[in-house]
């Protein structure tokens, strides 16, 4: 079966650095994304990355490993506003996105 | 500014009866979605459409309905036959399907209960 694993919570203090993991066994594989989404609110794109390596953007950083089918979300100078659920999808060989429950990071002052 | 509208955001229903959440887009999107979600899960897929007058059925479309008669809606019905329809709604609409970089944009999501 497909699966997508992700921490279910984290705890940061504003300021600092994380770094989020996300694991995935899928059927093929044809990108993964990154979404942040506030609670109650609509997710909204971050990032996505098809090729090994590390795309930068701002604050926000994502990795993948296609061989060890690991990626990680790193987010630098927390702000009290990065406080979100993080979602890590995966485009499997279908070109259908398989979700990760999800990662809850908290950032305290 | 372009984007989607969810409505309504919050909606009670009893059990037995069928109901409709509406999602309208002015983006110019081809393919629309509507997702679950649950506590502790992923984002579950219940209908796709790419085109306007054809969708598809996700993972978990059973007790749902769509209609892709506009390129700009894409209406869901929750009907009586969904034995646990209590759950976040969520609609997308993406440039097209069957590419890698098919990034989604979303409404901000319709809230269902069962009472």
């Known amino acids: 079966g497909q699966n997508i694993d992700q921490p279910t919570e984290m705890t940061a203090t504003e300021g600092a650095i994380v770094q989020i993991n996300c694991t995935y066994q899928?059927?093929?594989?044809?990108?993964l994304f990154w979404y942040q989404q506030h609670a109650g609110e609509a997710p909204t794109f971050l990032s996505y990355?098809?090729l090994d390596g590390l795309e930068e953007k701002g604050r926000f950083s994502s990795f993948l490993s296609r061989s060890k089918g690991y990626s990680y979300l790193l987010l630098k100078e927390l702000q009290m506003k990065d406080s979100a659920s993080y979602l890590c999808?995966?485009?499997?060989?279908?070109?259908?996105?398989?979700w990760g429950a999800g990662t809850k990071l908290i950032i305290k002052p | 500014d372009g984007g989607i509208t969810q409505s309504p955001k919050y909606l009670f229903r009893k059990e037995g009866q069928n109901v409709t959440l509406s999602c309208e887009q002015n983006?110019?999107?081809?393919?629309m979605y509507w997702y679950r979600q649950d506590p502790g899960q992923g984002l579950r897929l219940i209908y796709y459409?790419?085109?306007?007058?054809?969708?598809q059925k996700g993972d978990i479309a059973e007790g749902y309905s769509v209609s892709r008669e506009k390129k700009e809606s894409f209406p869901l019905t929750v009907t009586s036959a969904q034995k646990n329809p209590t759950a976040f709604y969520l609609c997308?609409?993406?440039?097209?399907?069957?590419?890698?970089?098919?990034?989604?944009?979303f409404g901000a999501g319709s809230r269902l209960t069962v009472l």
């Open positions: 997308a609409s993406s440039t097209a399907l069957g590419t890698g970089a098919n990034v989604l944009t």
């Open positions: 983006l110019n999107h081809d393919a």
């Open positions: 459409s790419q085109i306007v007058n054809d969708f």
């Open positions: 899928t059927s093929g594989f044809n990108g």
């Open positions: 990355n098809v």
């Open positions: 999808a995966v485009m499997d060989s279908n070109y259908q996105l398989i």
